[in-house]
């Protein structure tokens, strides 16, 4: 186990993500963040199922930041209740993981 998460969130926007990607890169909150194009969401919101063209973050960061991570993108997000979730990593490249920890502040 170590003390990094990846964190996933979505977002309405190509320009709301790099928006949010950028401030949390910049501001050593996370030491990466992709930004996936045009998934299909379908979820349900206030009782009815509902679909929307979205942008996927993978933010990674660490447990540490987490709270921070979390707070600064409900900040900086459009959506009333916006996704933000943490999935730890087990495991990975010793070298990717400290590149993480080097990039994180």
Request: aromatic share 6%; proline share 3%.
């Amino acid at each position: 186990m170590t003390n990094k998460v990846i964190v996933l969130s979505t977002c309405g926007s190509e320009e709301e993500a790099a928006k949010i990607a950028q401030h949390l890169v910049g501001n050593r909150l996370a030491a990466c963040v992709n930004v996936i194009p045009q998934v299909k969401s379908i979820y349900r919101w206030q009782e009815k199922v509902e679909s929307a063209q979205e942008w996927l973050l993978l933010v990674k960061t660490t447990t540490e930041r987490f709270a921070l991570v979390r707070t600064e993108i409900r900040g900086l997000h459009s959506y009333e209740l916006p996704e933000c979730v943490a999935i730890p990593i087990d495991d990975g490249s010793a070298a990717y993981l400290q590149w993480i920890e080097d990039n994180v502040k």
